[in-house]
């Protein structure tokens, strides 16, 4: 994508964060409108709710019923979407340019004006709950679920997104038009517009269709820190089916540490590059990376994946695998860990370092080849830090040296720093579950 300017920040008098890009590139733009809150922003009793509000916006607002929504952006040959995570809620609309005023007019009336129907509400918990349950029957879903659990005992990176059924199942509708109107203010938002259009006249369309509304207080972040760890965990489940999994999660830094871009780069090395961001992310591991290598050419796995995001707090970097036909979790657990205590013990060669760093600029360039990329990366790190990070990451990660690599492979990769997940069909064909230990 041709980028024909910088990025302009303004902030509204109501505190709403308004970036700008534009580019030249085609007649068409794209609208994200940020909320800082996520599921770690939830307590026991209202986890899922972040979620189960993004749903909603999409049934309507005063102004716009949900068919009405859908299809005026639709039939102007437009698309839209959103999701939620662990720190953060957003929506989108890219369409012809021409029609800008019409997804800033539909942000604008979510912020303020969704309905939140009654019936819709009561219809909506059935879909998730449905959700929640399609996870408890998905293997890799479940396990994954069990170990960000046993990591974070106080943090709420511990709950899903989704939700615990318990919660979803009691969560009222007064509950959620409170979660509403406390999180979804002006001064919680981040606004993002890149594409075919004119500064100037573009923020004359944001502050008419912006500007009115009440500011609200931006609520103060309740996470609690989570203390450090003292020891490897476990969990270990049993289920139906015929296959084993191998879950390992390792405490990896938040996106203000400087260990970020190292073990990027870490990755890169170890199982190729990858997306920066849940928008952008691939997971798969590149088959001439050396963990495809030992895990999958080895026959011990059928598939292996790694994942890094940068995040608002520490969060993890993370290993799945699938056991091969007949192979003991316990030689998946042995080759997977080998691989890794090799990073540890040695510096990454020259070629190695080049190859990665290529690797990641390839990625970064993917994620920046469309208005809807660039502006769904600037949102996202406005929203966990500041959009800064995206711009500069490739001069950061140009500066990572091979013995920072080994140095932060050494510390994450410690045995008091990961989780271990296992999970075994059962014999009796019933599932069991084992506490972390």
């Known amino acids: 994508m041709k980028r024909n ?77 959103g999701y939620t995570w662990i720190d953060q809620t957003t929506y989108f609309e890219t369409l012809p340019a021409e029609h800008l005023g019409l997804a800033l007019d539909l942000e604008a009336e979510r912020m303020q004006n969704s309905l939140i129907d009654g019936a819709e509400f009561a219809s909506e918990r059935t879909v998730i709950l449905s959700e929640l349950r399609g996870g408890e029957n998905n293997p890799e879903s479940l396990l994954d679920r069990e170990v960000n659990a046993a990591v974070f005992q106080a943090h709420g990176y511990r709950w899903p997104t989704v939700g615990w059924e318990p919660d979803v199942k009691r969560i009222t509708r007064e509950e959620m038009i409170r979660h509403y109107r406390t999180h979804y203010v002006p001064s919680n938002a981040t606004l993002v517009v890149v594409g075919d259009f ?88 590149r088959k001439s990376s050396p963990l495809y290598r030992e895990m999958i050419d080895s026959r011990v796995a059928t598939s292996v994946r790694s994942f890094y995001i940068p995040t608002k707090d520490p969060f993890l970097y993370y290993f799945t695998v699938t056991a091969g036909a007949d192979v003991p979790v316990e030689k998946v657990e042995r080759r997977l860990f080998r691989r890794l205590e090799k990073c540890a013990a040695a510096r990454p060669s020259a070629r190695e370092m080049r190859k990665a760093k290529n690797q990641i600029r390839a990625a970064h360039v993917f994620q920046s080849d469309s208005v809807t990329e660039v502006a769904h990366q600037l949102g996202y790190f406005e929203t966990i830090d500041e959009y800064r990070f995206f711009e500069t990451f490739l001069d950061k990660i140009e500066q990572v040296s091979a013995e920072q690599v080994r140095e932060t492979a050494e510390r994450i990769f410690r045995r008091n720093n990961r989780t271990i997940g296992v999970y075994r069909p059962a014999r009796n064909g019933r599932g069991r579950r084992h506490g972390a230990r």
């Open 5 to 81: 300017g910088s990025v302009e920040s303004h902030r509204l008098r109501n505190g709403l964060r308004v970036l700008l890009q534009v580019a030249k590139s085609a007649p068409i733009v794209s609208v994200w409108c940020w909320y800082k809150v996520g599921s770690s922003d939830e307590r026991p009793g209202l986890t899922g709710i972040s979620h189960w509000l993004e749903h909603m916006n999409f049934k309507g607002t005063k102004r716009f019923s949900k068919e009405k929504m859908k299809s005026l952006i639709e039939r102007r040959g437009g698309y839209w979407n």
């Open 198 to 285: 004119n500064a100037a006249a573009a923020m004359r369309k944001i502050r008419a269709a912006f500007g009115a509304i009440p500011s609200g207080e931006a609520p103060e972040p309740l996470r609690t820190p989570e203390a450090p760890q003292r020891g490897e965990r476990r969990v270990e489940l049993e289920g139906g089916g015929t296959t084993s999994y191998f879950h390992a999660a390792f405490r990896a830094p938040s996106v203000r540490e400087p260990d970020v871009y190292p073990l990027v780069v870490l990755d890169a090395v170890l199982a190729g590059a990858k997306g920066i961001s849940l928008w952008s992310f691939d997971g798969e591991t």
